[in-house]
Structure formats: C-alpha cells, structure tokens
C-alpha cells in the first residue's frame, strides 16, 4: 500500500535553531498537508498546499514557518528560530485529489525544543 | 469554519465490552474519516467513510452526510484498542481536512 514517509522520526534541537521537517507524499496526490499535535492535545491544522503554493494556512502558521515542495517529490516545513512551544507532533498529510479524495498521514516527525 | 464535535471525551470500558463513539460536524462535507492514535502517536486510517456503513473486524462505522454525524461502533473490545480516536472531516474547494478533539477511550482488563 503506498503510504506517506516522513523524516525524521525524532529531533531534538536547541531553542533558536531552525529545524526542516521533510515528507514524501503519494506520488499522485495532489494536496499535502501539515498538522501539529502537541502531547495531549488535540490535531492542529497547520498549512494547505495545492498546486505548488499555500491554498490555506491557520493562525499558527506565522512568519516563523514556511513550506515548500523543492523537486516535485518532497514536501518540507521549515521552522525559523525554534521556541520552546514548538515542541509536538508534526503530521505530513495527502490526498489524491479532489471530491472524495482519501486522507493519508505519515506516521510523524517528533520535535523536541530545549 | 466547519465545527467537527466528539462525544464522549473520555471513555473507560472492561475488555469485551462494546462502545459507540460520535462525530458530529456542523457543514456538509467532502469525505469523514475515523483515526486512531496508538501509543507511539501514529495516526492509523480505521475507515473512509463519507457515507454509509462500513465494517472492518470488531469496528464499524456509519455516516448519515444528510444528518451531519458518523458513529464509530466497537465491539468486544480488547486492551489494544486503547488510544484515542479522531474524527476528521474533509471539506471545501481546497479539501480542508478538520479534526475534532478526539476520544481517549481506556480499556481495562
């Protein structure tokens, strides 16, 4: 079964660092995804990509984050100048298309900021 | 933007027991899926299911789309189905995917 891989599993960085999360969707999907839970808590929308730019982002999604889809394959979320809060669960998300489309997660990165 | 509610927010079952576990969402929808989170914090894809019914092992889930919710039923239920279970509903032009709080259900031996 395809599925949506993401690196890396775990990282642990310092307070002020930038950090890249990277993500392979499907390859036929169209729409990615990233998602952010803290421990506990619940699934926080991030960013939607579509058609190689942001269609959506949430509050959250400040200055401090950006994303990008560099060679048509990977699909990353950069953030600038970590702060302790960041620390979560970070979700790389597709789908294939658009109507009924099904929503496939990786299995996570987790961000650990000291 | 669309309200995707989940009842209950807790739930504590004796193993072999069975439970009901609601999502409800305020907006028509493109598609409705059913997550669990295991230990590790994996969300794992239990069903796909923007309407109808569906059965997988002990699981089933139905979606009424003309009424707004979906149930997520599970049957004699076992330790491992511990965890939390996410409804998350997909809408819009640009398939907006809404997660609701989530079900943290406990089973004990």
């Known amino acids: 079964e395809p599925e949506v891989t993401q690196t890396p599993s775990h990282q642990v960085t310092q307070m002020g660092q930038e950090v890249i999360l990277r993500c392979v969707p499907i390859?036929?999907?169209?729409?990615f995804y990233w998602y952010r839970q803290i421990l506990g808590q619940k699934v926080e929308f991030l960013v939607s990509?579509?058609?190689?730019?942001?269609?959506?982002k949430s509050e959250i999604f400040d200055d401090q984050f950006s994303v990008e889809r560099p060679d048509g394959s990977n699909f990353t979320l950069k953030i600038r100048s970590t702060k302790l809060e960041d620390s979560a669960m970070y979700f790389c998300?597709?789908?294939?298309?658009?109507?009924?489309?099904?929503?496939?997660f990786g299995e996570g990165s987790r961000l650990t900021v000291l | 933007g669309i309200q995707v509610e989940q009842s209950p927010p807790d739930l504590i079952l004796q193993e072999g027991a069975n439970s009901t576990l609601r999502c409800n969402f305020s907006?028509?929808?493109?598609?409705l899926q059913w997550f669990h989170q295991n230990p590790w914090g994996q969300l794992i894809n239990l069903f796909y299911?923007?309407?109808g019914t569906k059965q997988n092992g002990r699981l089933s889930a139905t979606t009424v789309a003309t009424e707004r919710y979906s149930l997520l039923y599970i049957s004699s239920s076992q330790t491992t189905d511990s965890g939390v279970y996410f409804c998350?509903?997909?809408?819009?032009?640009?398939?907006?995917?809404?997660f609701g709080i989530g079900t943290k259900l406990q089973v004990i031996p």
């Open positions: 299911i923007p309407s």
């Open positions: 907006d028509s929808v493109n598609n």
């Open positions: 998300a597709s789908i294939v298309r658009g109507g009924t489309g099904e929503l496939f």
């Open positions: 990509f579509y058609n190689n730019e942001i269609s959506e």
């Open positions: 390859s036929n999907h169209l729409y």
């Open positions: 998350a509903v997909i809408s819009g032009g640009y398939q907006k995917v809404t």
